[in-house]
């Protein structure tokens, strides 16, 4: 099994895996970030440039450093690679260029956004990002559209990822979405008015990185971070039925997938659970989902607080 | 309601030949023809592609329409909406800017009353500017439908408007 | 007189017809090797004769070919490049046009040295009255037995098609070419991995410019050996050179390689000088993407020597003094052109041509076109030049394809030799809209 090195830090992994998952499985300061790369999508990655490191040493056999900076997501490791992200100034430059690449078009309109609070690009933008802007050019604006009953696409938000296009191809049947157009005219769309009809259709929600493509059935109706996500689970005949509740008090405001510390979701679930499912007597809750303590989601406390309810509990059985 | 069915169909030689192209790729990769098949429907069909008619050709070589569709709006070839008769497209790259291309477009303009990507109220031209079409050596140039004319002043450019009025009224 | 190989026997009528081309010895190479030579001893002629890639990025074909991979069961495929699509560029065209069949006939030794058994043409589709010319000529060749089935009783199976694009600068790039082909987009892919193992339909495939093919036809006649000894150094060969803008006698010509820049640019044979008795102001040597070289880094290098057209001696210098033959797209530049204006359009050029699959070429394109749109027209700040340099900086290496390379250079080269002319346009807003600002002073060069 071949051994990599990334900033510093060893570590073998299996034939054919990428840098970036080999840095996932140390986890930490050394994951490159992503914006485009979502391991349960085939073919996805390559695009955003974010991920991007620098190869200081090609391999054992041939210790030739690569000459340009390599997609992690893309670039798998050979033995005795050595990679650096954080430690390499050229990298740090060039996400710096990258992330300001990204926001250049970007409307920037998160007081407004329902991904505020959860957005990729929020999040990246402040690790990598600078402060102020050199763009004094007009910013590409698109119309917002429905696609179907349950999501809006907001197509200025969209970074091209092409994640939602992959998760159409691959997780439904039946994809009437895709990317048309090109350069920076590209956009995500259905060409004619079309519903994108599918029982799991909405997946395309919880993938997107940025606020492009958002729930109609939760549009507007609370910050993410006043909301309690919790897991709970149904019995659901499409699906797995696994899914994070999102609650205010007793109500359930959304139903989203299980995502996991790199935001990606653990499995598809389907639209009835996603958007028909709000009763909260339809559910099992099994307890507060485990949000990062750097996430505004958890400014709340609420974990805390339900621990602290559950030692006194404890403490009064004992 | 009424259901129509599609109306649209290729003449019997642009089916004979659209076979033709398929065969010239492995069983299952007949995707492969439908950058050429677009080509040969835009040249039937009024210079454009409909929505009608990229489903049908969607339906001919079993594809999804998207597929069809993220493909003709990519390529700057074809026309997604009605063009005119005469569609001119006139290379405003680098070399031929040296050689003065951008007097010729401005005289299009004056003559004709209409701007890049305009169609004259008669419906008869429509003035496309478009990037480098490999006759640098050659310009000023434009192509109209598969004719390159090339060393164009404007002498050569009247001249030519006109003889396209005729051939085309 | 300079040795014509590839445009020999283009001035006799009708060699683009069978009869006339087979009468002048054409398809005696396939005769050669179909006959007389393995499919590797083909490739090892090719290797021998430091043929380098003719579309632009110059590397030795021989090599690549060697990459192919032959798994067992698994077709491969050789495709032509006939996307010729960089500014500057129609030198294929011409080739095509003038004698179909060379390339023709290079594809089947190609094809026969790769063990291909389905070949193709991909070509502009702006070039449709060019695909028509091929395929009447690949017509002519498989009625008379050169391709299809036991060619020449060899055993050796081979099937040539013409498929066109349809607009887009993007699929000259070799994996967007294959993506195209498939009747896709054209979005480079990912390399690796690299063509040659995972190439069209996941096939190992190799992908060749159409001069680079049609030279094959002289290696197998002449030898390899025989081949390397034209040309200088490590440019081996004849190169066919496109020259436009604002000379006497564009064109295309062919050219050893090894002639100086000086004899190709002012003698008659060749680009015959400037027109109209105007000074030279800059030069483009290999197509739009290569940087720019003001007058006195033209015929010279930066260390006084003659600058000759070979790949080493253009490209003497590095980015800071020198360019690149690149695809051979010769554009000169008289005195009267403003550099502004040029690079503001050929950045229009590659925003307009960018795929937008990643983030640095789809947003960086536009932005630079959009800065330079401004000074161009009298709106430009001084921070706009240095902004313009950080933006092809950040765009020039972290791309998925060379695109964001080609659409950065242009941008900072000019920058690099004509910052004064940047400078004048955005102090003299006004002016710049109607006069030129001349010719650029000859710095003292430190050497």
């Known amino acids: 099994m071949p051994k990599v090195t990334i900033d510093g830090i060893t570590i073998e992994v299996e034939e054919g895996t990428t840098i970036m998952n080999a840095a996932r499985k140390v986890g930490g300061e050394i994951v490159p970030p992503a914006m485009c790369y979502y391991s349960k999508l085939n073919k996805s990655g390559g695009k955003c440039r974010t991920c991007l490191v620098e190869v200081t040493k090609g391999s054992e056999k041939d210790p030739r450093p690569m000459p340009k900076l390599v997609a992690s997501c893309s670039t798998t490791v050979m033995d005795g690679m050595e990679v650096s992200n954080k430690t390499s100034q050229k990298v740090l430059d060039a996400r710096k260029g990258v992330v300001e690449f990204l926001l250049i078009n970007h409307p920037l309109d998160c007081p407004v956004c329902d991904q505020a609070g959860e957005c990729d690009l929020q999040n990246l933008s402040y690790e990598h990002g600078t402060e102020g802007t050199r763009f004094e050019e007009k910013k590409r604006v698109f119309d917002k559209i429905d696609i179907g009953k349950y999501i809006q696409l907001h197509m200025t938000r969209c970074i091209m990822c092409y994640r939602c296009v992959y998760t159409a191809d691959q997780i439904t049947n039946e994809r009437v979405h895709g990317v048309l157009k090109r350069g920076d005219a590209s956009e995500i769309g259905t060409y004619i008015e079309k519903a994108i009809d599918n029982d799991f259709c909405g997946n395309v929600i919880d993938v997107c990185p940025v606020g492009a493509l958002t729930d109609k059935t939760f549009r507007f109706k609370s910050r993410v971070w006043f909301l309690n996500p919790m897991d709970a689970h149904r019995n659901c005949d499409k699906c797995c039925g696994k899914a994070v509740v999102w609650m205010f008090g007793d109500e359930i405001y959304r139903v989203t997938g299980r995502k996991d510390q790199y935001a990606e979701v653990e499995e598809f679930i389907c639209n009835t659970c996603r958007f028909e499912t709000k009763d909260l007597a339809k559910w099992t809750i099994e307890g507060p989902r485990q949000i990062s303590r750097e996430s505004v989601i958890s400014q709340g406390h609420y974990v805390t607080h339900l621990s602290k309810i559950e030692n006194k509990n404890k403490e009064k059985i004992e | ?169 | ?447």
């Open chain 3, 1 to 447: 007189m300079g040795r014509k190989i590839l445009l020999e026997k283009t001035d006799i009528e009708n060699i683009h017809t069978y009869n006339v081309y087979r009468k002048e010895g054409g398809y005696s190479a396939v005769e050669k090797a179909l006959k007389k030579m393995t499919p590797d001893e083909v490739v090892e002629e090719v290797k021998k004769s430091g043929l380098r890639g003719r579309g632009g990025a110059g590397f030795p074909a021989g090599m690549k070919w060697s990459f192919i991979a032959k798994p067992e069961g698994v077709p491969r495929y050789l495709l032509c490049n006939a996307d010729e699509s960089e500014p500057g560029t129609f030198k294929d065209r011409f080739l095509m046009e003038k004698i179909p069949h060379l390339l023709i006939e290079g594809m089947i030794l190609s094809s026969y040295a790769l063990g291909c058994n389905t070949s193709y043409i991909y070509i502009r589709g702006e070039y449709m009255w060019i695909l028509r010319i091929l395929e009447k000529a690949l017509a002519e060749a498989r009625q008379h037995g050169w391709l299809g089935k036991n060619i020449l009783n060899s055993g050796y199976n081979l099937e040539i098609y013409v498929s066109p694009g349809a607009g887009a600068y993007i699929c000259g790039e070799e994996t967007a070419l294959i993506e195209s082909l498939e009747g896709k987009r054209g979005n480079p892919r990912m390399k690796p991995p690299f063509p040659a193992v995972k190439g069209l339909w996941q096939s190992p495939t190799v992908v060749n410019n159409v001069e680079t093919l049609s030279s094959v036809v002289s290696i197998v006649n002449i030898g390899g050996d025989e081949y390397a000894k034209i040309g200088l150094g490590k440019s081996t060969g004849t190169k066919l050179i496109s020259a436009c803008g604002n000379i006497r006698k564009p064109g295309v010509y062919e050219i050893e390689l090894g002639l100086s820049v000086e004899e190709f640019l002012y003698s008659d044979e060749y680009c015959g000088g400037i027109n109209d008795g105007k000074r030279l102001k800059a030069c483009i040597p290999g197509g739009s993407s290569v940087p720019v070289l003001p007058h006195y880094l033209v015929t010279k290098t930066a260390k006084g020597e003659q600058r000759l057209m070979t790949y080493e001696s253009l490209s003497d210098g590095g980015f800071a003094t020198g360019s690149m033959l690149g695809s051979g797209g010769f554009i000169v530049f008289d005195e009267d052109q403003c550099i502004v204006r040029n690079t503001w359009n050929f950045s229009r050029f590659y925003h307009h041509e960018s795929c937008g699959q990643c983030s640095p070429c789809r947003e960086g394109t536009g932005w630079m076109d959009k800065v330079l749109h401004r000074i161009e027209y009298g709106k430009g700040n001084m921070r706009d030049i240095d902004l313009l340099v950080s933006i092809s900086k950040n765009i020039e290496g972290n791309t998925i394809c060379p695109l964001g390379d080609a659409a950065a250079w242009p941008v900072a080269s000019a920058i690099r030799h004509f910052r004064e002319e940047f400078e004048w346009h955005i102090s003299e807003p006004v002016k710049c809209l109607e006069k030129n600002y001349g010719l650029v002073k000859e710095p003292i060069l430190e050497v």
């Open chain 2, 1 to 169: 309601m009424e259901t129509t069915e599609s109306k649209i169909q290729f003449k019997p030689e642009s089916l004979a030949e659209i076979d033709r192209i398929i065969k010239q790729f492995p069983e299952g990769k007949q995707k492969s023809a439908l950058i050429r098949i677009l080509h040969i429907a835009q040249h039937e069909f009024g210079n454009w592609l409909s929505v009608e008619l990229m489903d049908y050709i969607a339906d001919l070589l079993k594809i999804k329409p998207i597929e069809v569709y993220e493909v003709a709006s990519f390529y700057s070839m074809y026309n997604l909406n009605p063009v005119g008769k005469v569609v001119m497209e006139v290379c405003h790259t680098g070399p031929c800017c040296l050689v003065g291309v951008e007097k010729l477009i401005k005289h299009i303009e004056n003559t004709l009353n209409i701007k890049p990507g305009e169609t004259t109220a008669d419906g008869m031209f429509t003035l496309k500017t478009v990037e480098c079409l490999g006759a640098c050596g050659y310009g000023p140039m434009m192509q109209i439908g598969e004719t390159y004319h090339e060393k164009l002043n404007i002498e050569k450019l009247d001249n030519l408007l006109s003889v396209l009025r005729q051939q085309n009224s």
